[in-house]
C-alpha cells in the first residue's frame, strides 16, 4: 500500500512570505510514461477541497500562479511563493498511481500570522 | 463551468442504508469519471469508490466491497452512492468529485479531480 507523511504538520506564515510543505510517498510515484502522480489539494475551513496542482508540477486552471510544485519519485514539494490570507486552510497530498485507489496524505494546516 | 449538486443532509441508524446523489451540470458526463470521497470529522480525505458512466465500470476501495455500490444514470446525469450496513465509524462528509481525463505524451491519459461537490454529512446515530 502507498503510504503518504506530510510535513510540517501547521506552519503559520506572514502575508507576503513565502511558504513550503513536503510530501513523501512509500512508494515511488514515477509512472514508466515519466510524469510523476501525485496531486494537491487545499481544503479552506468549512469547504469541499480543490485541486491545486495534478501530475506533481501542472496547476490546474484557474489556481494562481504563486502555486508551485516539484519533485519526482518518492519526495515533493508544494510552495507558495507570497501567501495571501486566502491560502489558509489544509492542504494534502495525494497519490494517484495506483489509480483509481487514490490515497491522501495526512494534511497541512496553514495559518497566517 | 461544471457543476456538481449533492442530495442533502442524511441521519440514519446503525445497520440502515444510505443513498446520496450527485447531479452533475456542464460536465461531459459520458467523458468523466465519477469519485466519491468521504472525511470523517477532523480526518483527512479518504477515496471510497467510482464509476465511469462511459464504459459503465465501477471501483471500490477494499475495505468497502461488498458494503458501496456506485450507480449513475446517464439521462439524469446524475451518479449515486449507497453504503450498506452503517455504523457509527460511517459519520463523515460524503463529497462527489469529477474526474477530468487529460491525455498525456504518448497513449496515455490521467484523471485528475478537478471539481467537487459540497458533500453531503451522513450521521450514523442510535
Known amino acids: 500500500d502507498f503510504v503518504m507523511t506530510q510535513s510540517p504538520v501547521s506552519l503559520a506564515v506572514t502575508p507576503g512570505e513565502p511558504a513550503s510543505i513536503s510530501c513523501r510517498s512509500s512508494?515511488?510515484?514515477?509512472?514508466?510514461?515519466?510524469?510523476?502522480?501525485v496531486d494537491w489539494y487545499l481544503q479552506k475551513p468549512g469547504q469541499s477541497p480543490q485541486l491545486l496542482i495534478y501530475l506533481a508540477s501542472y496547476r490546474a486552471p484557474g489556481v494562481p500562479n504563486r502555486f508551485s510544485g516539484s519533485g519526482s519519485g518518492t519526495d515533493f514539494t508544494l510552495k507558495i511563493s507570497r501567501v495571501e490570507a486566502e491560502d489558509v486552510g489544509v492542504y494534502y497530498c495525494m497519490q494517484g498511481l495506483r489509480d483509481p485507489r487514490f490515497t491522501f496524505g495526512p494534511g497541512t494546516k496553514v495559518d497566517i500570522k | 463551468q461544471v457543476h456538481l449538486v449533492q442530495s442533502g443532509t442524511e441521519m440514519k441508524k446503525p445497520g440502515s442504508s444510505v443513498k446520496v446523489s450527485c447531479k452533475a451540470s456542464?460536465?461531459?458526463?459520458?467523458?468523466?469519471?465519477f469519485n466519491w470521497v468521504r472525511q470523517a470529522p477532523g480526518q483527512g480525505p479518504e477515496w471510497i469508490g467510482r464509476i465511469i458512466p462511459f464504459l459503465g465500470s465501477t471501483d471500490y476501495a477494499q475495505e468497502f466491497e461488498g458494503r458501496l455500490t456506485v450507480t449513475a444514470d446517464d439521462s439524469a446525469s446524475t451518479v449515486y452512492m449507497e453504503l450498506n450496513s452503517l455504523r457509527s465509524e460511517d459519520t463523515a462528509i460524503y463529497y462527489c468529485a469529477r474526474g477530468k481525463r487529460e491525455q498525456l505524451v504518448g497513449n496515455f491519459f490521467y484523471y485528475y479531480m478537478d471539481v467537487w461537490g459540497k458533500g453531503t454529512t451522513v450521521t450514523v446515530s442510535s
Open positions: 456542464g460536465a461531459a458526463f459520458s467523458t468523466s469519471t
Open positions: 512508494q515511488s510515484l514515477l509512472h514508466s510514461n515519466g510524469y510523476n502522480y
